[in-house]
């Protein structure tokens, strides 16, 4: 099968094309950035040049949308929607030219927003960022193209927090925080976090091949959920840290995030530490994936071993 990945040099998209090659499929990787993993499969390109992404999906049988601007910190605010909506539409438009009928996108569970409970794929959107609402936007794209013929196939994932090996995302920042001895625990801990190992995660993408003609729409998390304080004594136990009882209020630890965002306006740096991460890690960001975990799909992992490998692989 030839298969066609965007953002295929990324995070997700390398230990994706890792399962893909080991079942000896064709892969194509579409990206900026050349794959230092793989640099004879790349194809420099963006999905928002639609000559090369057509190009490239010459004679592809699946096409994989893994393409996105995702960072709290995207400047300027109109990238996500070039990259994720207008990304999409030429992906769309793409696979109609090139007869490609089956596409799996990685959306995202920012369209729920926050404090929502444990929503289901069938809750109602409420993104509380331009991330979230370029994501449902993007969605929306597909499931038009996927609606002009039943012959298709429209797979849309949408992951929790994706961590793992050589990610330097949200969960790193937490965990180099701890190793540093920089982390102060913001709020009382108690609140859950639904996440993904990105183990897991691309086993799960790549499961989605054999889906037959349909629409299918699933969360992704691994379960059980742990809360905030559960993460920080998982990070603590391995690197042997002793336990601290400090703990910051949210009120005074959101006003430190409004800080350090004033303060990288004036001097343009990027730091670990802003208004909407401070949100996000103290908020309850919990999804039901009972869908995906009845759909046949195992885990190979459970949650706390893919902290574990992560730890012991930037850390240790």
């Given amino acids: 099968m030839k298969i066609l990945v965007t953002g295929g040099s990324g995070f997700i998209g390398t230990r994706l094309i890792d399962l893909l090659l080991k079942e000896s499929h064709e892969v194509i990787i579409f990206d900026k950035n050349v794959s230092a993993k793989y640099p004879d499969l790349s194809v420099i390109g963006d999905v928002q040049n639609f000559?090369?992404?057509?190009?490239a999906c010459k004679g592809v049988d699946v096409l994989y949308n893994l393409a996105a601007e995702h960072a709290d910190n995207v400047t300027p605010l109109s990238l996500y929607h070039d990259v994720n909506v207008g990304g999409a539409k030429n992906i769309v438009k793409a696979a109609e030219e090139n007869n490609i009928n089956k596409i799996v996108f990685t959306s995202s569970v920012a369209i729920y927003g926050l404090n929502r409970g444990t929503p289901d794929e069938n809750t109602e959107p409420r993104p509380f960022n331009e991330y979230g609402r370029t994501k449902l936007a993007a969605e929306q794209v597909f499931n038009e193209w996927y609606s002009q013929n039943n012959e298709r196939t429209l797979v849309t994932v949408r992951p929790a927090v994706v961590f793992g090996e050589s990610n330097r995302g949200?969960?790193?920042?937490?965990?180099?925080?701890?190793?540093?001895?920089?982390?102060?625990?913001?709020?009382?801990?108690?609140?859950?976090?639904?996440?993904?190992?990105?183990?897991?995660?691309?086993?799960?993408?790549?499961?989605?091949?054999?889906?037959?003609?349909?629409?299918?729409?699933?969360?992704?998390?691994?379960?059980?959920?742990?809360?905030?304080?559960?993460i920080v004594s998982i990070v603590r136990n391995e690197m042997n840290i002793p336990a601290s009882n400090v703990k910051v209020p949210y009120s005074i630890g959101l006003l430190g995030g409004y800080a350090f965002d004033v303060l990288s306006k004036i001097t343009g740096k990027k730091f670990p530490v802003s208004s909407i991460r401070i949100q996000k890690f103290c908020a309850d960001t919990t999804i039901d994936s009972s869908a995906a975990m009845s759909s046949g799909f195992v885990p190979p992992y459970t949650l706390e071993e893919g902290l574990k490998l992560m730890i012991e692989h930037e850390f240790k």
């Fill in 51 to 55: 000559d090369s992404l057509n190009s």
């Fill in 170 to 230: 949200n969960v790193y920042n937490l965990i180099n925080q701890i190793v540093s001895g920089r982390f102060f625990m913001i709020g009382d801990g108690t609140n859950c976090k639904s996440m993904g190992y990105v183990g897991n995660v691309a086993e799960f993408l790549k499961y989605q091949l054999d889906q037959a003609p349909g629409y299918y729409r699933y969360n992704y998390a691994d379960k059980a959920d742990l809360s905030s304080s559960q």
